[in-house]
């Protein structure tokens, strides 16, 4: 009779305990999404991008720290840091400037998000940079400036030889 008793303490005990001791564990989940609009883009302009948070266990208000990074071949491009106000869920629509210097090639941008305490998640996702009309505006220039220079050479070809035959 003691021993059931014991038994039935002791599973009481561990009950209570798991119960009042169990890590606090928060669920958070992030995604990021770029608009089909802003998937190829030129140097210096902004890339919109939108970042969805959900943390459904979160009890009260917390600020959450976002950093965004665009990086190519793991080098930062760029970067910019935002702190953000979340309950539950938040969906906002943000923006960061590609530098002009930019040369074109796929690119990725990273949403890295923490608190201050050990919360951390990151996401990821790509976008291109294409050349920008400034750099084709160049290219059909040097394109006229050589026409031009080859028929400017061709009539000063064709003036000496005729000048020869008279």
């Not at 923490?114 to 976008?127: C, I, K, R």
Request: a negative charge; aromatic letters at 10%; hydrophobic letters at 45%.
């Amino acid at each position: 009779m003691i021993v059931k008793i014991v038994k039935v303490i002791c599973v009481i005990f561990v009950y209570v305990e798991i119960l009042f001791n169990a890590p606090d564990v928060r669920a958070l989940s992030v995604s990021t999404n770029i608009s089909e609009k802003y998937t190829e883009i030129q140097a210096g302009d902004r890339l919109y991008f939108e970042v969805d948070i959900k943390y459904p266990e979160n009890p009260q208000r917390k600020d959450l720290r976002l950093n965004y990074e665009v990086t190519k071949d793991d080098e930062i491009i760029a970067q910019s840091q935002v702190l953000k106000a979340v309950e539950t869920q938040a969906q906002f629509l943000d923006f960061i400037v590609i530098p002009e210097s930019s040369v074109t090639g796929l690119y990725n941008l990273k949403v890295k998000i923490s608190d201050y305490d050990n919360l951390a998640e990151e996401v990821a996702t790509s976008f291109k940079v294409v050349a920008g009309k400034d750099e084709e505006l160049k290219t059909y220039f040097f394109i006229l400036l050589g026409v031009i220079s080859l028929v400017a050479i061709l009539a000063i070809v064709d003036i000496i030889i005729s000048k020869k035959k008279k």
